[in-house]
């Protein structure tokens, strides 16, 4: 413990202790023994300090020209490439997803920032011919204020660009409070924020627990727009705390995402896209296959073809370059899916692979699990319909595409969904029919691309959209301007009857 580096919040330009006076230990889920890094454990005084440092730089901020705010960004993204082999190891070793997808999470960060730069120079508005003679109508976006964003460990980096890049560019300041799990990859964003020239006080972070620190950094007044990234069960109680007091709120929750397999897919690109959905960042993605609805006929083809593969998987430390599947976040979550294979047993699904906590040598220091399938999955089972975040994969029959629509939709989510079909008429037919924020055809449910709106339906979001220019929405609001360059009273509606 005192060999390991303690991090400090940010506020206001420099990296403080917190008020509490205590830290925690943030440790690598490969590896129990390694201590990635000591970390503040805040409370409500240092969001305070943290608020009101953001309120302070607002003032400037929002007035500071959006090109040259692009400027600042172009820097910070040029910064993360050239940084993006280090980055990514010190992601592996806080949050334990395999080196090549830590390395996707901070290029994903790269593409945020680089697009939001570009957003400095357009930033669009539209003009339009007035229904008066000598009058001028537009619009144009106007910044919030203070935002607060609470984001999640299983994209350490890139989740919160997601948030950061569209708020800072549109002129708001912002607060963040990483996952308890992952506050080194925030921290070194912040840090490379601060080195490439972000004012003092325009984005500052504060670390802890969402507990200690959720409340204060949503009901204080000078907040204006609240991001979230979690659960659906925080992402009410945070919806229902900014309604009192009109805040923005965009939230980003659960997902139970389905592959849909026809009997004309190509079925060893099925296979490929099934294993990478279901198994990549260990099942920890919000937009992970956790449901498979396969034709009737290549049911059985497709499992075995899943089993052999599944097995096949190299899961252990992701520093390990031909690894293919890391651990558990920690200790919680491999519980959580332990015991969801339990219910699936008990619900009668049938376990075809895996299942079991990988112990033993290396094993023994880490949270492993392996890949999991069931088959002869139904509609009525947990698995089917609770959000596991996990690498456990539920395979279920349809007759035909009608069924395998009805069964994908039948979800209290809607994040992402996928058909495998040579048909192009059947992939139309899925991509209009399936209710989900994000669809693909051939291709797994995972992988969005960061120029496109990012978010579900139903439980999954409250109908905003992260990342392309639909993040722009959540952090500026309209103004519509009108210039009457008549020199006298012209009365809409009125005088030009
Ligand atoms: C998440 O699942 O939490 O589309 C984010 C993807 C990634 C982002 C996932 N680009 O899978």
Request: hydrophobic residues 40%; proline residues 4%.
């Amino acid at each position: 413990m005192s060999d390991s580096k303690v991090f400090k919040n940010f506020i206001n330009g420099e990296w403080v202790q917190s008020k509490s006076g205590q830290t925690y230990e943030n440790r690598n889920p490969a590896d129990k023994n390694e201590v990635v890094g000591v970390f503040q454990k805040s409370n409500a005084a240092d969001v305070k300090m943290a608020v009101d440092a953001a309120s302070e730089a607002y003032k400037k901020w929002r007035l500071y020209p959006a090109p040259k705010r692009g400027e600042i960004l172009y820097k910070i993204a040029q910064r993360l490439l050239a940084d993006k082999e280090s980055l990514s190891q010190q992601m592996t070793r806080e949050m334990g997803k395999v080196i090549n997808e830590t390395r996707g999470d901070t290029q994903e960060a790269i593409d945020m920032t680089f697009y939001m730069a570009g957003e400095g120079r357009r930033l669009f508005g539209m003009t339009t011919p007035s229904e008066m003679l000598n009058k001028f109508d537009m619009t144009i976006r106007q910044p919030l204020g203070v935002c607060s964003f609470i984001t999640p460990w299983n994209f350490p980096m890139a989740i919160p660009s997601w948030k950061m890049m569209p708020a800072l560019i549109c002129g708001n300041t912002v607060v963040i409070k990483p996952a308890t799990e992952t506050p080194l990859s925030v921290a070194n964003l912040i840090q490379v924020c601060h080195e490439e020239g972000i004012p003092p006080g325009v984005v500052n972070m504060v670390t802890g627990s969402g507990s200690a620190l959720g409340d204060p950094l949503i009901n204080n007044p000078a907040v204006r727009v609240v991001s979230f990234t979690g659960s659906t069960e925080v992402g009410r109680k945070i919806s229902q705390a900014c309604a009192t007091d009109f805040k923005h709120c965009s939230l980003e929750m659960g997902g139970k995402n389905v592959q849909i397999v026809m009997d004309d897919a190509d079925l060893d690109l099925a296979v490929h896209g099934a294993l990478w959905g279901a198994f990549g960042t260990t099942g920890q993605r919000c937009t992970a296959t956790s449901r498979i609805v396969c034709h009737k006929d290549i049911v059985g083809k497709f499992t075995s073809m899943m089993i052999e593969r599944a097995r096949s998987l190299k899961v252990g430390n992701g520093l390990d370059a031909s690894i293919e599947m890391g651990p558990c976040i920690n200790q919680g979550q491999l519980d959580t899916v332990l015991s969801y294979i339990e219910i699936g047993k008990k619900d009668g699904a049938k376990l075809v692979t895996g299942g079991e906590r990988l112990t033993g040598g290396d094993y023994d220091k880490g949270f492993f699990v392996q890949p999991t399938i069931f088959g002869e999955v139904t509609q009525s089972m947990r698995i089917w319909r609770e959000e596991i975040f996990g690498p456990v994969l539920g395979i279920a029959v349809c007759n035909d595409l009608a069924e395998a629509i009805k069964m994908a939709n039948d979800t209290s989510y809607g994040l992402s969904a996928s058909i495998y079909t040579r048909d192009i008429n059947k992939a139309y037919t899925a991509m209009r029919d399936v209710y989900t924020g994000i669809f693909y055809v051939n291709a797994p449910t995972i992988g969005a691309e960061t120029h496109l709106p990012f978010g579900g339906t139903k439980e999954t979001g409250n109908g905003h959209r992260e990342a392309s220019t639909a993040a722009l929405d959540v952090f500026s609001e309209w103004k519509s301007v009108y210039v009457d360059f008549s020199g006298s009273l012209q009365r809409a509606q009125i005088d030009n009857q």
